[in-house]
Structures are given as structure tokens and as C-alpha cells.
């Protein structure tokens, strides 16, 4: 529908979506279907630029654009909005052990919980999230120990699986092969346990923290 192709997903039934910036194409295999947003109908995309799709443990497929949440009804071949952040940018999902769901926007933090009454460390994990700066998490990462890892414009955030703290993680202004600015815009963690960096200032970086949470 687009020449400009901003994300790439296959579901787990098989089907490629393909998220543009005049709407979101599923391919079967042979032929193309395509959804937009229509401001006559409730039940198509909130907007037609797609940032990311991802699909949940429970087969449920999630849509961010550049102003709100969808959801994809399979029964009725459409999509639902999403009722919370629906102005808002977004740019990434990343679903927690227990089911609920992270959303990095333009303005932070979200916490999507479907999931029974909280308890423990993730009544924590929520007050965290609620206390997030407000300013853009370009992308988050859940990492092979459960630790959160967000790149916003301001560095490098960190919340640790027991969700004690809130960390900005700052360059080693003192080590040369430290980045120089802040802005970070993803986040990766490859098999081997390594997290790498993808800045907008200095290009590729791998990250490696000493005990005072430095990036060197």
C-alpha cells in the first residue's frame, strides 16, 4: 500500500504483516490485503502509519502506530483500538513472564495488564513504570534475566527483575570509547548475553557495565 516499509512480522499462523505508513498489509502467501484507517469506521486503524506489530503469548496481535494501540479481531477480519494511549507514538511492546504487556511511546511508559490482581514485586514493577520519566522510549528490550532495558534520547534506562529502582545508565565521560551523546534509539541483546546499542550520535555500540551501572 506504501513504498515506505517501516516493520515486517509473521504471525503464528503463518501470516506476513507488513506495517507501512499508509496502513498495514497481510500477505497469505498469494495475495495482499490491506487495512487503513477510516475515519468513518471505528473498527479500522486509529492511523495509518505502523511503528511495530507484535503478537502475544496468547496469539493476540497488537498494532502501535503514530497515534495509539490496535488490536486484530481474526474472527471479524478487522481491527480494534485500544482505548488507553490513543494520541500517542508508539513505538514498541515487549510482554513480561506473567503476561502483561510493556509499551514504549513517545511519552514514556505504559503497563497493559489483562492479568489477575497484582501482588508483590509486580505491584513494584507498576509504581515504577507509573514514575517513568516522561519522555520517549524509543525501544525496550526484556532480557534473558528478566531485566528491562529502555533507549530513550536521554541515555540508557534499567529496571531490574526485582523492580527495586529506576537507573539511567550515563557514559564514562572519562573512557575514551565511551558514546557521546545520549540518544539512543534501540536496544538488542544477542545470544550470548551481550546488549548492544544502536545510537543516533555514535553508530553501534556494545554495552559492558562496571559495578557503578557505566557504560565503557
Known amino acids: 500500500s506504501q513504498s515506505w516499509v517501516k516493520c ?15 496502513g498495514i498489509n497481510k500477505y497469505d502467501g498469494t495475495t495482499f490485503q490491506i487495512y487503513k484507517h477510516d475515519p468513518g469506521n471505528k473498527y479500522s486503524l486509529s492511523n495509518n502509519l505502523v511503528n511495530v506489530i507484535f503478537e502475544d503469548s ?34 514498541d511492546f515487549v510482554e513480561l513472564n506473567d503476561g502483561r504487556i510493556v509499551i514504549a511511546h513517545n511519552s514514556g511508559l505504559y503497563l497493559m495488564d489483562n492479568t489477575e490482581a497484582l501482588s508483590g514485586n509486580r505491584n513494584q514493577l507498576d509504581r515504577l513504570i507509573s514514575i517513568f520519566p516522561q519522555r520517549s522510549a524509543n525501544d525496550i528490550l526484556l532480557d534473558k534475566e528478566d531485566n528491562l ?12 527483575k526485582n523492580a527495586t529502582a529506576i537507573i539511567n545508565i550515563k557514559p564514562d565521560i572519562k573512557n575514551s570509547r565511551s558514546y557521546s551523546g545520549n540518544a539512543i534509539h534501540t536496544v538488542y541483546q544477542d545470544l550470548t548475553g551481550r546488549i548492544w546499542l544502536g545510537t543516533f550520535e555514535s553508530g553501534l555500540l556494545l554495552l559492558k557495565l562496571d559495578p557503578a551501572k557505566r557504560v565503557n
Do not use: C, M
Not at 486484530?72 to 494520541?87: G, I, V
Not at 530513550?152 to 534506562?157: E, K, P, Q, V
Open 58 to 91: 496468547r496469539g493476540i496481535l497488537w498494532v502501535g502506530t503514530q497515534s495509539g494501540i490496535n488490536f486484530y479481531n481474526r474472527d471479524k477480519d478487522q481491527f480494534e483500538r485500544y482505548p488507553a494511549l490513543h494520541s500517542e507514538y508508539i513505538n
Open 8 to 22: 515486517i512480522f509473521q504471525d503464528s499462523h503463518g501470516f506476513l504483516w507488513f506495517g507501512t505508513a499508509e
Open 149 to 160: 532495558w529502555i533507549a530513550t534520547f536521554d541515555g540508557l534506562y534499567f529496571i531490574e
